[in-house]
């Protein structure tokens, strides 16, 4: 038999906001896909600010079942940052982040679990399908990687998520980096170790709607194109010599007319509105681009904390703890 003392520790990061329908059923199928592995296991879950009865259902659950950890953030942080808050308290050997609406099935846990006992540091989930996912949304995901590759120096690979397991040494790296606006799986690429991938086919939601819209896709994207690249405003500087450019053109152009005798029906009228729509509408656009990356610093300069616990309640603990 193993010895208890020697056992390694596993602790599963479920963020989640009003997922109600489906927390029973991720603990069930965590429970099961676990049950086989030496490894002993901890389910956390982070309550991201949800209005149901999610956070009392696992509240009531872990003074039964001493796997089960409850932190209960302060108000709605958002996704990243619900998953920072719970690698900041998974005090384990390997950290897996999975999401709670089971697209991500439990069942390939244990593949990238036989990956990290090879070796590897870091153990990303590759989708090989989105079943359930419209067309808009697998043509968005899947230009966003590629614009992401060409603009960053940062290789996340194609077709994953925040489905990952992550080694200890792997999370405190992470836990030194504390940047507000997260894309935690464009940081666990940057901060290097080994890294490998399994395959696995997503599956469509189990209940409940979406808490990533198209809107808030875009949103991420944003986040994590500013986040690791500069481009955007490399690309000011080339808007500014195009437009260089086609004022030349339009200065020899306005030279020709006026040599061979060339009359619009109000002389000067049309250039002179075209001109001052586009160089209008391009300094507000390089404006609004450079103000978002001021914001950003300026955000970034208040050091506040990325997130506040309301409670933390343990496994078999049924009084919440505070925490900052």
């Not at 592995?37 to 009392?56: H, K, N, Y």
């Not at 990290?116 to 990687?145: P, Q």
């Not at 080994?194 to 990533?212: D, I, L, N």
Request: hydrophobic share 45%.
């Amino acid at each position: 038999m193993t010895d208890n003392s020697t056992r390694k520790q596993i602790a599963v990061v479920v963020p989640f906001l009003n997922e109600e329908e489906n927390i029973p059923v991720m603990v069930e199928r965590l429970s099961a896909a676990m049950a086989d592995q030496p490894e002993d296991l901890v389910m956390l879950f982070v309550d991201d600010g949800s209005t149901d009865g999610s956070a009392r259902w696992l509240a009531d659950k872990a003074r039964d079942d001493a796997r089960i950890h409850l932190i209960r953030l302060s108000r709605n942080f958002g996704h990243q940052l619900a998953i920072t808050a719970g690698m900041d308290h998974a005090d384990a050997d390997a950290v897996v982040i999975i999401d709670a609406d089971l697209q991500d099935p439990p069942e390939v846990i244990p593949d990238l679990l036989a990956k990290w006992r090879e070796g590897f540091e870091v153990v990303y989930a590759v989708r090989k399908s989105r079943e359930g996912e419209s067309w808009l949304k697998k043509f968005l995901a899947s230009s966003f990687y590629r614009i992401f590759h060409s603009m960053s120096n940062v290789e996340v690979p194609m077709d994953t998520g925040d489905f990952r397991l992550i080694d200890r040494k792997v999370v405190d790296a992470l836990g030194d980096v504390r940047e507000l606006h997260r894309f935690m799986r464009g940081l666990t690429c940057w901060v290097g170790f080994r890294q490998c991938a399994v395959e696995y086919q997503r599956a469509p939601r189990h209940a409940g709607t979406t808490k990533y819209p198209v809107w808030k896709s875009a949103k991420l994207a944003w986040d994590a194109i500013t986040s690791f690249s500069g481009s955007p405003l490399r690309w000011m500087m080339g808007v500014g010599v195009a437009v260089s450019l086609g004022g030349i053109l339009l200065a020899a152009r306005l030279v020709a007319s006026k040599l061979f005798g060339w009359q619009e029906s109000v002389p000067g009228w049309t250039s002179q509105v075209t001109l001052m729509l586009l160089l209008g509408g391009i300094n507000l656009m390089c404006l609004g681009l450079l103000g978002q990356y001021v914001s950003r610093l300026f955000e970034e300069s208040k050091k506040r904390p990325l997130y506040f616990v309301r409670e933390y309640i343990r496994g078999s603990d049924p009084s919440g703890k505070p925490e900052a």
